[in-house]
């Protein structure tokens, strides 16, 4: 299936409502401390989307014959590798946490996440963090026209994998904008120059999940959502959707000034 090139009226449009996603994980850090629930983070989350005019893209989400997703935003605490579902969890100092955000705004999609931590987190954990932010970093550097979609997950598997970290196969990256999930699949492993090229107007995210431990996750079949890692190791993503520009990218969902 051919990858979309977005119009300029769509990109306005996608880069506005992956600014209110990222303005989202902005407003919930206050809440990401020891002694709130997911659930409560979550609901705060679901309370700005709407006064903002806008919708959340995973409550109610529905995909390969799971049940409905019951949050507005994804939690993923400490093994919990993604698509963690809010509820009673409690965070406790040290605890790490991922949050991810879609958002429709006007009928288009943005979608970001990030890791907080929780109180004072140990040098591993931080360390994993660290390790995954710069994976994404890496990945970002790669967004440019011409150059072939594989040589992003070659990059971001080179380094983790040298830094003693295990990158998850199961997920990847997509393009989104008009929907929640388009083409192209954006691996975070690969070969290098393999895969589509990259023209102007693509729009994708780059999200790598990055495992202290093992690269293989297994699914909670109680709630067929949340993804662990397969050794109950610690697990770290970062997210961004990327615009591909004539001359490089622009990262629509950076609200913090680091790209």
């Known amino acids: 299936m051919a ?11 996608i880069r506005k409502s992956s600014h209110l996603a990222a303005k989202v994980l902005k407003h919930l850090e206050q809440y990401v401390v020891t002694g709130n629930t997911t659930k409560y983070i979550n609901d705060k989350a679901l309370e700005f989307i709407t006064d903002h005019g806008a919708k959340s893209a995973t409550l109610g989400y529905k995909s390969h014959g799971s049940p409905a997703f019951s949050g507005a935003i994804c939690t993923s605490p400490n093994e919990v590798i993604c698509h963690g579902v809010p509820n009673d969890y409690t965070l406790k100092d040290g605890d790490i946490l991922n949050i991810d955000v879609t958002t429709i705004l006007n009928g288009y999609y943005g979608d970001t996440c990030k890791m907080y931590a929780v109180g004072k987190v140990s040098e591993s954990a931080q360390s994993l963090i660290d390790v995954t932010r710069e994976c994404l970093a890496i990945g970002v550097k790669q967004c440019k026209p011409g ?10 598997q080179q380094y983790a994998e040298a830094q003693g970290y295990g990158v998850v196969w199961q997920f990847c990256g997509h393009g989104v904008g008009i929907k929640f999930h388009e083409e192209p699949e954006v691996s975070h492993i690969g070969q290098k120059n ?8 693509m729009i994708f995210t780059i999200e790598p999940m990055i495992n202290e431990g093992i690269a293989e996750c297994i699914v909670d079949q109680k709630d067929g959502w949340t993804a662990r890692t397969r ?12 615009l591909i520009t004539e001359d490089g990218c622009e990262c629509l969902t950076d609200v913090y000034g680091e790209y």
């Not at 990858?3 to 449009?13: A, P």
């Not at 150059?147 to 971001?156: C, K």
């Open 3 to 13: 990858i979309k090139i977005k119009t300029s009226e769509q990109i306005e449009g």
């Open 147 to 156: 150059n072939r979609f594989g040589n992003i997950g070659y990059e971001i």
């Open 194 to 201: 393999t895969g589509k090229r990259m023209k102007p107007g």
């Open 231 to 242: 050794d109950y190791k610690l697990s770290a993503q970062f997210e961004h959707t990327i």
